[in-house]
């Protein structure tokens, strides 16, 4: 295996299946087959759940929603996905930790750096959710935070395209996809590969990104083994 231990950051939207809110039972399964995949190979896993299939604070603004609550009812959606997946994951035999931003007694544990790392060295799989804990950030800035904290040898982003192109491939049929590049060349192109605070994260700390088709059967597993899938963002 080319990563013994990922950070892996999954979109609460794609939870929701072919409906616009809500979980699927059958995307649901699909993660827990794929996350299963690489835990049997004995890589150590974080993942951290967007929310937007339940709530996205940003959105909540523009439904007249307060700022700052709309991001604690996005960080706790993302506490339901996490649930939500945990529970597949241990149907399927797998050990989990469940680690929160926003400690809620009798369902997560508060998270702690250390306890998080320990937890990896015993064989569980994390569910980190809640974000940073904290409002004005997303849940890619929750991902390159935790994967610097658990010391990932990378974040692996999950998305419905496999790779960064030079343009959205949805909407350009002439956009070229990146293999490789380093995180100036990104910062220079202006590549939305996540957010700025996320990005620069992981720059800081030489924690490379490498973002691929999760919806493709086998990818995970691929991407893990260094095999070439999607596009890789390194230092």
Same mark, same amino acid.
């Given at each position: 295996?080319?990563?013994?231990?990922?950070?892996? !950051?999954?979109? @609460? #939207?794609?939870?929701?299946?072919?409906?616009?809110?809500? +979980?699927?039972?059958?995307?649901?399964?699909?993660?827990?087959? *794929?996350?299963?995949?690489?835990?049997? !190979?004995?890589?150590?896993?974080?993942?951290?759940?967007?929310?937007?299939?339940?709530?996205?604070?940003?959105?909540? !603004?523009?439904?007249?929603? $307060?700022?700052?609550?709309?991001?604690?009812?996005?960080?706790?959606?993302?506490?339901?996905?996490?649930?939500?997946?945990?529970?597949?994951?241990?149907?399927?035999? +797998?050990?989990?930790?469940?680690?929160?931003?926003? &400690?809620?007694?009798?369902?997560? #544990?508060?998270?702690?750096?250390?306890?998080?790392?320990?937890?990896? *060295?015993?064989?569980?799989?994390?569910?980190?959710?809640?974000?940073?804990?904290?409002?004005?950030?997303?849940? $890619?800035?929750? &991902?390159?935070?935790? @994967?610097?904290? +658990?010391?990932?040898?990378?974040?692996? !982003?999950?998305?419905?395209?496999?790779?960064?192109?030079?343009?959205?491939? *949805?909407? =350009?049929?002439?956009?070229?996809?990146?293999?490789?590049?380093?995180?100036? #060349?990104?910062?220079? =192109?202006?590549?939305? +590969?996540?957010?700025?605070?996320?990005?620069?994260?992981?720059?800081?700390?030489?924690?490379?990104?490498?973002?691929?088709?999760?919806?493709?059967?086998? =990818?995970?597993?691929?991407?893990?083994?260094?095999?070439?899938?999607?596009?890789?963002?390194?230092?």
């Amino acid at each position: 295996m080319r990563y013994r231990r990922i950070l892996l !950051k999954l979109s @609460g #939207e794609s939870l929701a299946g072919d409906g616009a809110y809500g +979980i699927s039972a059958e995307t649901l399964e699909y993660y827990a087959r *794929e996350i299963k995949s690489v835990v049997d !190979k004995k890589v150590q896993v974080g993942i951290v759940l967007g929310g937007g299939n339940i709530f996205r604070g940003v959105q909540g !603004k523009a439904k007249g929603f $307060d700022r700052v609550q709309g991001d604690y009812m996005g960080m706790l959606a993302t506490v339901i996905n996490s649930m939500a997946l945990q529970d597949a994951l241990m149907k399927k035999g +797998i050990r989990c930790k469940h680690l929160s931003g926003i &400690a809620i007694d009798k369902i997560t #544990e508060a998270m702690c750096r250390l306890r998080a790392q320990e937890y990896l *060295e015993q064989g569980y799989v994390l569910l980190l959710s809640g974000g940073t804990g904290n409002p004005f950030f997303t849940t $890619d800035s929750a &991902a390159a935070l935790r @994967g610097v904290e +658990i010391e990932a040898d990378v974040v692996f !982003k999950g998305t419905r395209v496999d790779g960064v192109y030079t343009a959205d491939p *949805e909407k =350009n049929p002439k956009a070229k996809k990146y293999d490789t590049l380093s995180f100036a #060349e990104a910062l220079k =192109n202006k590549l939305a +590969i996540m957010d700025q605070t996320a990005f620069t994260l992981c720059q800081e700390n030489r924690l490379p990104v490498v973002v691929f088709n999760f919806n493709k059967k086998g =990818n995970l597993l691929k991407a893990v083994e260094g095999k070439k899938t999607g596009t890789l963002v390194s230092p």
